[in-house]
């Protein structure tokens, strides 16, 4: 399984990034983004699983909108109205046979 993703990059604040992820090698049933911000504990973003159910984390909901192309294992990440906390490095995430997969990390940095 491979996950790669891509889309990350620096932003001022009010801004908007989309970031994406292409998964490989595996059936998935869940398909989502995670972040970790310097010295914080890695956290939920959004997930999409299976028949279109979506989970959004509170902290960016209204903002962060997560699509899932099923048929081409892609999941993405449209960010908007950026904050400086947004800052972190997103990770893509997918499980298959009841494993989690993560990919390398993109570097989403956001300023006053």
């Known amino acids: 399984v491979q996950l790669q993703a891509s889309g990350g990059g620096s932003v001022q604040a009010g801004g908007s990034l989309k970031l994406s992820c292409a998964a490989s090698?595996?059936?998935?049933?869940?398909m989502g983004w995670y972040r970790q911000a310097p010295g914080k504990q890695r956290e939920l973003v959004a997930r999409a699983g299976p028949g279109g159910r979506t989970n959004i984390a509170d902290s960016v909901n209204g903002r962060f909108t997560i699509f899932r192309d099923y048929a081409k294992n892609m999941v993405y990440l449209q960010m908007s109205d950026l904050k400086p906390e947004d800052t972190a490095v997103y990770y893509c995430?997918?499980?298959?046979?009841?494993?989690?997969?993560w990919g390398q990390g993109t570097l989403v940095t956001v300023s006053r």
């Open positions: 995430t997918a499980d298959a046979a009841l494993q989690d997969y």
């Open positions: 090698g595996g059936i998935f049933r869940t």
